[in-house]
């Protein structure tokens, strides 16, 4: 997607040939624009868990990239080095399926190979698979979602649909395109008047840092709000639609989101605004059923809460927000029951968020 013009993955390998891989890092966005270089499974692992890159896909393919520096670096009869490696890089985030999806796939790959050479050879290739799927997977997305957006724009004559969104779902947390994010692109390339309300997402604002940065590098039409403002402006009717991704959505259409997903699914619901969840078929867990009770959610460091970071005469700054001595809690993710969900938006369409439906569309997990 559009950086200044130019067309960035969030993650690709080094021009060199080096067992190297590139990523954007996210810490420093919005102000400042940080190409990273990951050498070692370690700092691939450090990525991941500190949110140097963060997000569903983006972590699935971090992670699949992250088992393919493994392998080139590894000696020779590499199996415990390997299982060492993926075990590292899988308990780094426990909620985001896709972690474990990725490195389960380059485990399976990498053992059936031959020689140490060949198995280089397949994690390599297994870990650009997964990026270009994931890249695809995003972009098929966005054409189903598409037809959500051009419904509502005929309705409304033309005038802008406003569409609410949580966190950040966009090219920043996928390789490309990015699931909530895919179909606000698509329609706004399209030449559909539409106009984004952008939670903050507190406490790492992943909203107003992340996703109003790269809506605006593409010219898309947008306005931050606070996370608490939402059910407020669907009251007065100022939200069309909601679309916001996921971590972990399990078979029965539970979905796992970041924190605050939820009380924006009940406001939804209360004023009758569709709410849609995107997401490419990596983040289902086809082993659970009750998203509530099975889902893991991470609890993550209390200074998220208690401090605020931004940027003050030209450096990054951070401010504490609340008094040195409370204790806080910082749950990373909700769950949406699945009755709250209006429809999931994949890859091969949009279903019902049921087990019927998305059997329907997935066949094969059934």
């Known amino acids: 997607m559009n950086v200044r013009g130019h067309h960035f993955r969030t993650i690709w390998e080094d021009e060199s040939g080096q067992p190297i891989v590139k990523i954007i890092d996210q810490r420093h966005l919005p102000h400042r624009f940080i190409i990273a270089e990951i050498t070692t499974v370690d700092e691939m692992a450090t990525a991941i868990r500190d949110m140097h890159v963060r ?12 088992m393919a520096i493994a392998a ?6 590499p199996d415990e080095f390997l299982q060492e490696a993926a075990a590292k890089l899988v308990e780094t985030r426990p909620t985001a399926v896709n972690l474990a999806w990725a490195v389960e796939r380059q485990m399976a790959a990498i053992s059936a190979a031959g ?17 270009d799927e994931d890249s695809d997977w995003c972009r098929r997305i966005g054409q189903h979602g598409l037809e959500l957006i051009r419904a509502l724009s005929r309705k409304k004559g033309g005038a802008p649909v ?8 966009g090219w920043l947390a996928f390789v490309d395109h990015g699931s909530a994010t895919s179909p606000m692109y698509a329609a706004h390339d399209e030449g559909i008047a539409i106009h984004v309300w952008v939670d903050e997402t507190r406490p790492r604002n992943q909203g107003a840092k992340l996703t ?10 947008h306005t931050v709000i606070a996370d608490n403002t939402g059910g407020h402006l ?15 959505t399990t078979r029965t259409g539970d979905v796992a989101n970041k924190i605050g997903t939820y009380l924006k699914a009940l406001a939804a619901m209360d004023n ?22 099975e889902i893991p959610v991470e609890l993550r460091g209390e200074d998220e809460v208690k401090f605020a970071d931004g940027w003050l005469d030209g450096h990054p700054a951070e401010v504490l927000v609340a008094p040195a001595t409370s204790p806080a809690a910082n749950y990373g993710f909700d769950v949406t029951p699945a009755r709250l969900v209006t429809g999931l938006i994949t ?8 087990e019927a439906g998305i059997l329907g569309l997935f066949p094969e997990h059934g």
Request: charged fraction near 20%; hydrophobic fraction near 40%; include cysteine.
């Open 55 to 66: 997000g569903a896909g983006l972590i699935g393919a971090a992670a699949g990239y992250g």
């Open 234 to 248: 669907m009251q007065h009717g100022m939200v069309d639609l909601v679309i916001v991704g996921s971590d972990r």
């Open 347 to 354: 890859e091969r369409g949009i279903c019902p968020a049921n």
């Open 272 to 293: 009758d605004v569709p709410f849609y969840v995107a997401l490419p078929s990596s983040t289902f867990d086809w082993s659970m059923r009750d998203g509530v009770r």
């Open 72 to 77: 080139s670096t590894s000696p020779a009869g």
């Open 115 to 131: 020689c140490h050479e060949e198995k280089i050879e397949i994690a390599w290739r297994t870990a650009r698979m997964i990026a």
């Open 212 to 221: 109003a940065w790269e809506l605006g590098e593409h010219g898309v039409p």
């Open 162 to 169: 406003n569409v609410l969104t949580h966190c950040n779902a």
